[in-house]
């Protein structure tokens, strides 16, 4: 698909969740309707686990099917009636085989399901002292790479912990992507060390837009979220970042700065690839 602007604006939600589902979604629908109306985004992210409170012990209990299940229904109404892109933050899904996985859906202005990631790399530590948390005693792995196109910009998926693993978005770069978006919910162990750092890491590696998208800080909740949903444009600088608490960030990105940083730091073409190589395996 060839580039039909240069220019997108985006719309990143850093809500507030609670053990409500229905209050959770219908949230988001309110700051989706109140994004859209003052500021007119092309496409909206949504943060991780939205509509559900983040622990082990809820994913099952707040599963839903994608596409038929309730939250879903909302975003692609919403998607339609308003004709933007919804990078709708991540859900638990109920999988085949009775699996949950940790899913990010993607809706295009038809109010069509355009992709569906599940977060490839499951978020299990345990910091001495800080937080321990394992994703994999009740969550599968996704295997499955996604990319978006948005007007002929390709655009990667990945969720949270998979902003650590370089590899995966060096394997976007190579696919051509301008932009990798990761729907996020840092903590407050991780978060002041890490959030911004690997940001800007990934935007600068591979010389693209990183976008992430955290729930608002509740110091009243069993997983307090860092918050600071923030863009990294591809120079690695911070080109816009928000605080704790609710709030919308609203970002023009300009496309041009990727080709911009490639032709001046033409890093991609100088690569060893006669001496190493970050290649996708066959499934
Ligand atoms: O990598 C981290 O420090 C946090 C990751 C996380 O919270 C998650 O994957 O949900």
Redesign the pocket.
Do not use: M
């Given at each position: 698909m060839s580039k039909t602007s240069n220019i997108m604006r985006l719309a990143l939600l850093q809500l507030k969740g609670s053990k409500d589902k229905v209050a959770n979604v219908q949230n988001a629908v309110t700051k989706i309707e109140a994004a859209v109306k003052e500021h007119k985004p092309r496409l909206i992210t949504l943060p991780?686990c939205f509509n559900a409170p983040?622990g082990t012990k809820y994913f099952r209990e707040y599963s839903e099917t994608i596409p038929d299940g309730y939250t879903s229904q909302q975003l692609s109404n919403l998607a339609r009636k308003h004709q933007v892109y919804i990078v709708g933050g991540t859900i638990p899904e109920l999988g085949e085989n009775d699996a949950i996985y940790n899913t990010c859906t993607v809706w295009s202005p038809t109010g069509d399901l355009v992709a569906k990631h599940r977060?490839m790399h499951l978020?299990d530590?345990d910091v001495k002292g800080g937080i321990r948390?394992k994703?994999s005693e009740t969550l599968s792995a996704g295997n499955d790479f996604t990319i978006i196109n948005v007007d002929g910009h390709k655009i990667g998926i990945g969720?949270?912990?998979?902003?650590?693993f370089e590899e995966m978005a060096r394997l976007y770069r190579n696919a051509g992507c301008e932009m990798i978006i990761y729907p996020?919910?840092?903590?407050m162990?991780?978060?002041p060390l890490?959030w911004e750092l690997l940001q800007r890491s990934r935007a600068n590696d591979n010389q693209l837009f990183v976008v992430t998208t955290s729930p608002a800080r509740d110091t009243s909740a069993e997983y307090v979220a860092y918050g600071h949903s923030m863009v990294v444009n591809p120079w690695a600088k911070v080109q816009q970042s928000a605080s704790e608490g609710e709030e919308i960030v609203v970002a023009d990105i300009d496309f041009s700065e990727v080709e911009q940083v490639r032709q001046q730091i033409p890093v991609f073409g100088q690569r060893r690839l006669d001496l190493y190589a970050t290649e996708r395996k066959a499934k």
């Open positions: 991780e983040y977060k978020f530590i948390f994703e969720i949270c912990y998979d902003i650590r996020a919910a840092f903590n162990t991780t978060g890490h």
